[in-house]
């Protein structure tokens, strides 16, 4: 089974608002990373936070972290038409030795124009 | 895109043939992996690299060996396609394993009829 699940599924915002996507994972970790893919594309990394920190930005991006609950978020503010697209977690079970990285279903999100 | 070429791009083939599937990188990134994309699942990993000669099973490695002889290129090769290997799929490749970011090429679409 997968290590990361993302929530929701699917998520449909007007342009302008926040977007909240959550993932969970089951094992201890090193490190969690969120990407993106555009519709046909690649992944493309967008933030990467290590197990001893609870919170990231990058630009209108805000990644936080709690390793009590195994949970990440991350929230994108004053959504675009641009960020339309499918986020992933990825995280790296520590108990791999952190050569491999493991993804999440994904969460589909819409921002409407 | 970072220096990373999949090939070929799209493939269609039939049952019970087998197909190789080739990841090319300029970059001298250590780790190489193969993921496979199916809706509802998120990207789920098939193989990975470590080195030259050196590789490991992902989640999903049934009916998949891999071959790298040379740091730039890893191969993924479907011993006898099935129709339910019918997918996209993707290579990655990172400096330092599963703790940085990952970067990706733009994906095989493989049909198998």
């Known amino acids: 089974s997968q290590q990361g699940e993302e929530d929701p599924q699917a998520l449909s915002i007007q342009e302008g608002e926040n977007a909240t996507m959550n993932c969970s994972y089951k094992?201890?970790?090193?490190?969690l990373q969120w990407y993106r893919q555009n519709s046909g594309r690649g992944l493309v990394h967008l933030i990467l936070?290590?197990?001893?920190?609870r919170e990231k930005h990058s630009g209108r991006l805000r990644v936080t972290l709690d390793t009590s609950k195994k949970s990440s978020s991350l929230l994108i503010t004053a959504s675009r038409a641009a960020d339309t697209a499918s986020y992933f977690c990825a995280t790296d079970a520590s108990d791999t030795g952190g050569f491999k990285t493991i993804f999440g279903a994904g969460t589909r999100l819409f921002v409407k124009a | 895109d970072a220096g990373i070429t999949q090939s070929p791009r799209h493939k269609v083939t039939e049952t019970g043939t087998p197909v190789t599937l080739r990841c090319h990188q300029t970059e001298n990134h250590r780790y190489m992996y193969w993921y496979r994309q199916d809706p509802g699942h998120g990207l789920r990993l098939i193989h990975y690299?470590?080195?030259?000669?050196?590789?490991d099973k992902g989640e999903v490695s049934d009916g998949y060996s891999v071959s790298r002889s040379k740091t730039e290129d890893f191969l993924l090769t479907l011993e006898s396609a099935t129709s339910s290997q019918t997918s996209v799929y993707f290579c990655?490749?990172?400096?330092?394993?599963?703790?940085?970011?990952?970067?990706f090429g733009q994906g095989t679409r493989l049909t198998v009829v």
């Open positions: 990655a490749i990172s400096w330092t394993g599963a703790n940085t970011e990952a970067f």
């Open positions: 690299s470590y080195g030259v000669k050196d590789t």
């Open positions: 094992t201890s970790i090193n490190n």
């Open positions: 936070i290590r197990s001893n920190e």
